[in-house]
């Protein structure tokens, strides 16, 4: 029998966002474009979106918590990592090195591991203006993520482009 193709992963990390609960838009965009998906979702985010619905599109776990030591790994490891939607704190944390959540974890070792990574951020002009958050976008670009999005009052306007994400990454359609 010949070699199945190895089906590339995603990681999808989803950080605790107003808009979260759309998530399945960029789970199904990057299926169609015949991609294996895994969604790591910070703690809060948890609450945001509609676990169950979630793991069933995707037919894995969702991953929030370190494994404990000897437990298998849920997941194969990513080919690339997507942010949809970034909060301004997980954002900011990434940047500095912070690792206190299982997706920072994964989005610090990413860089290491050289994994193209691709963020959306997802936040208020408020947030925005605070210094930190334009520090923590150049280390991240520095770092080679690629970063898209709206301004946040574009965001509010036209919907969160979730497909962006695969688009950065250079993913076929
Ligand atoms: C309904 C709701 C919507 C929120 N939307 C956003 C958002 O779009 N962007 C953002 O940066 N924070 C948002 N927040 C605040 C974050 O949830 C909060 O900063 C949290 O600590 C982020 O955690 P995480 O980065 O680990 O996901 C929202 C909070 C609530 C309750």
Redesign the pocket.
Known sequence: MPDQPHQPFLYVV???????PGVGALITAAQRRRWDVGVI?????MN?IDVAAVEAMTGHPIRSAWRRPGEPRPLPDPDAVAVA???????N?WAAGISD?L??GILCEAYGAGVPTAVL????AA?AAHPAYRRSLDVLREMGVRVGGRAPEGAASGGFPWEEALDLLDIPR
Do not use: E, H, M, R
Not at 41 to 45: C, D, Y
Not at 85 to 91: E, L, S
């Open positions: 989803v950080c605790a966002s107003g808009v979260a979702a910070t703690p809060l985010a945001f939607p970034a909060t301004f704190n997980t954002i944390k959540t997706a920072l951020p997802c936040l208020s947030q």
